[in-house]
């Protein structure tokens, strides 16, 4: 075992080794792995994603690297974004609360304030593209978009989560109960259970449910926010979030059922009572002898002559 455990470790690294050996942060090396510019492949030992040394040489060998890696993960938040984009930082929000610019991150500053970040090569594109002009140059933001902060619209959580199962089932590849699983975690767990009835289904879930972006301690109220960031919550979305996961369930049940106990790992059924004795039933109320094993033997023999001296009729 540990012979393999050693032959693993030199063809392939664990992500914090991989980041180093690629020069990234290490959350400039997970948002690589989530947009699919680093292939992972799993641990033999369950202990999560690695990457091989073919693709650490695959990424070297490129003509601008590291700094095109770089480049293609770095993000920005409101402030840096507007001056890419040349808008007011006032402009940049509306047009990403009314979803026209999707955050890849998020993070919760000291003030329990969320700050959105966003890929700065896809705010580039954005601005560069002539018909998104009217956005950005007109003297006023557009009557729909006006509407919608109007009505208090905020599209960025709802957005970034359909970006992050995205990433997630990406990453789970052809395994259907981790693509499953995927999903499951953006729901609450009141609507997991409706979908998937079965207990055992629930907890092999739970146990290929991947991890999501952790925000303080579990409990805390940054965690709390977070959490309520990472559960959809508008009906429409969360239904089709449900939609989704049975339809993946279909898949795993059907290509993979979820283990169960053997029967010798069941617990043992609970022997049945003995029956009570025939005397005992055939006795009036209040005529009935104790237990056998609470009165002394000739109990029973002694009732049985007064039973037996009573007039019939």
Known sequence: ???????????????????????????????????GLIRTVPDEGGGGRRVTRAEIERLRAG???????????????????AELMDVAPSRFTSLARHGLLIPVRFYLNRYRTVVWLYLAEELEQFAAEK?????????????????????GLDRRPRNWRGRHVGFLTRQAGDDPWARAAAVACFLDPADVADVVGDP????????????????????????????????ASEPDEA?????????????????RPAPR??????????PPSAPEPLAARLAPPG?????????????LLAWLRRRSRRPVG
């Open 1 to 35: 075992m540990s012979g393999t455990s050693t032959q693993s470790d030199r063809l392939s690294w664990a992500p914090s080794r991989a980041a180093r050996e690629l020069g990234l942060k290490r959350g400039e090396f997970d948002l690589a792995v989530n947009l």
């Open 63 to 81: 003509d601008a690297f590291p700094d095109d890696l770089r480049r293609r993960v770095a993000t920005v938040g409101t402030t840096e974004g």
């Open 131 to 151: 018909s998104n002009a009217p956005l950005l140059t007109g003297a006023r933001t557009p009557p729909e978009i006006r509407e919608g902060q109007k009505a």
């Open 200 to 231: 055992y289904e629930r907890a092999h879930l739970d146990r290929c449910r991947p991890r999501l972006p952790a925000h303080g301690a579990p409990g805390t109220p940054a965690a709390d926010l977070a959490e309520t960031l990472m559960t």
């Open 239 to 255: 239904a089709w979030f449900r939609a989704d996961l049975a339809h993946t369930m279909e898949t795993a049940r059907r290509q």
């Open 261 to 270: 106990p053997t029967p010798q790992q069941a617990p043992a059924p609970t």
């Open 287 to 299: 005529d009935r002898p104790a237990p056998l094993d609470h009165a002394p033997a000739h109990g």
